[in-house]
């Protein structure tokens, strides 16, 4: 049984930093994309950044040049590194893995709550 146990969220200042970790059980790390999605009270959830398992990095238009998404493979872990947070980054953050050759084999984490005020 896969599982994915997010950690790193919190209370920061607008202009703080935060780093999301994402710890997954059955060696996946190594051979599923891994994403991480968000979801605000009142939105839908959306993608925030992908690391796929061949190929760049990608990030929704609103976080590009301030979060970085990374893998850990010795670790088993992926992150999120997060700088320059804004009110609006205020979401619970979801860490995601799919198969890159069945979509449909996919899991979800917990979530984490990430509060951005001041």
């Known amino acids: 049984q896969v599982q994915l146990v997010e950690s790193g969220g919190g209370l920061v200042q607008p202009g703080g930093s935060l780093r999301l970790s994402c710890a997954a059980s059955?060696?996946?790390?190594?051979?599923?994309?891994m994403n991480w999605y968000r979801q605000a009270p009142g939105k839908a959830r959306e993608l925030v950044a992908s690391t796929p398992v061949s190929g760049s990095p990608a990030y929704a238009d609103s976080v590009k040049g301030r979060f970085t998404i990374g893998r850990d493979s010795a670790k088993n872990t992926t992150y999120l590194q997060m700088n320059s947070l804004k009110p609006e980054d205020t979401a619970v953050y979801y860490c995601?893995?799919?198969?890159?050759?069945?979509?449909?084999?996919?899991?979800w984490g917990q979530g984490t709550q990430v509060t951005v005020s001041s």
């Open positions: 059955g060696g996946i790390i190594r051979i599923y994309n």
């Open positions: 995601h893995a799919q198969s890159p050759l069945f979509s449909f084999d996919q899991y």
